[in-house]
């Protein structure tokens, strides 16, 4: 018998969101699953989100009971304004439950929200500068993220990014207390996704795969998580890029990105996302242009020798060549992603 050596040199809590619902028609079941919560919802989105799908998103909450509290001007990259603005609407509401309806800008400044409705203090605050890894004493409200994108992956993460305008950076909150109660994953919100957002998002989650595989905090639970969505990325992000209606290939998309996210929140992302999230604050590039720019600077052979070299698994040692038998080809079919990509 092999046990992996990172169990057996400490426990390991995996962290994912209590209740996943995923397949075409997942939305209709918001409502539901967000009254279960309380009285008073408040739905976090952009405007352009809201504008597609806020009306279908407020109808399944109204249908089940809830009273709807609104805050549509979150931006791209969400800034401390943004939240604190949010946190506002949802005290004068005097809600109950987060709904959250977008990709990860909707998705981080409801978690924000959640964060100063349970807690004392400025956003600020708990970033891992200041108050560390799990420096968020109280668990959020109830959040109810559904999904537009495929995918930051954020609806199972117990990350938040903030922008800070006053000093142009971007700070960076890690708690299990606030990842989402809910994840609604609904493969029809995606169809209106266009390429440049298909392909830049695809590669962000398949970015995320790879650095969780190959990240020295991975164990055996995180790399079934990461194995599998590599190969759903790789094998349906083409198609979902070629034909945006392709409904197979969206529900693969939003699986593979969920499994990502639930990978490198209990493993970790690494060198990409670290060179990637200046360029944020900096140059406001989507972060998946981001993130596909700065994969391309460090190839997955060098994050697997890095691997190899600091720590010895019995999953690695499975491998002669210690390569990765998926990683390796499948990267290089989603490759040209990268570069035909366009804001
Ligand atoms: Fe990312």
Redesign the pocket.
């Known amino acids: 018998m092999t046990v992996d050596n990172t169990l057996l040199q400490g426990e390991e809590t995996f962290v994912s969101p209590n209740q996943i619902v995923l397949g075409v028609g997942a939305v209709e079941e918001t409502g539901e699953r967000a009254s279960q919560y309380g009285e008073t919802a408040l739905l976090v989105a952009s405007e352009q989100i809201y504008d597609v799908h806020g009306e279908t998103v407020r109808s399944v909450l109204e249908s089940a009971g809830l009273d709807v509290v609104v805050y549509d001007d979150v931006r791209p990259d969400p800034t401390v304004e943004n939240i604190e603005a949010a946190h506002d609407t949802w005290e004068r509401g005097d809600c109950d439950v987060i709904v959250t309806l977008g990709g990860?800008s909707s998705i981080d400044t409801g978690k924000g929200v959640g964060i100063l409705a349970a807690n004392d203090g400025d956003i600020r605050d708990f970033g891992v500068d200041r108050a560390g890894y799990e420096g968020v004493p109280n668990r959020t409200p109830p959040i109810v993220a559904v999904n537009t994108t495929a995918g930051?992956?954020s609806e199972a993460t117990r990350s938040v990014v903030v922008s800070d305008e006053s000093t142009s950076t971007k700070f960076l909150i890690v708690s299990r207390n606030v990842v989402p109660t809910v994840a609604v994953e609904d493969p029809e919100l995606t169809v209106s996704l266009p390429q440049s957002h298909t392909a830049f998002t695809g590669i962000?989650?398949l970015?995320?795969a790879v650095e969780a595989y190959t990240s020295v905090k991975s164990y055996a639970l995180s790399d079934e998580y990461a194995e599998r969505a590599i190969e759903r990325i790789s094998r349906s992000l083409p198609a979902a890029w070629a034909n945006g209606g392709n409904i197979e290939a969206r529900t693969e998309m939003l699986l593979g990105q969920l499994q990502a996210g639930q990978a490198?929140t209990n493993s970790s992302?690494a060198l990409?996302?670290g060179m990637?999230r200046p360029l944020g604050a900096q140059l406001h590039l989507p972060?998946?242009s981001?993130?596909a720019c700065c994969c391309r600077t460090s190839s997955t052979s060098r994050l697997w020798r890095h691997r190899r070299s600091t720590r010895k698994s019995p999953v690695s040692s499975m491998r002669p060549t210690g390569r990765s038998p998926i990683a390796k080809p499948q990267m290089r079919r989603a490759m040209p992603f990268m570069t035909s990509a366009k804001t």
């Open positions: 990860g930051t992956g962000d989650a970015t995320h490198f992302v990409v996302h990637a972060h998946g981001r993130t």
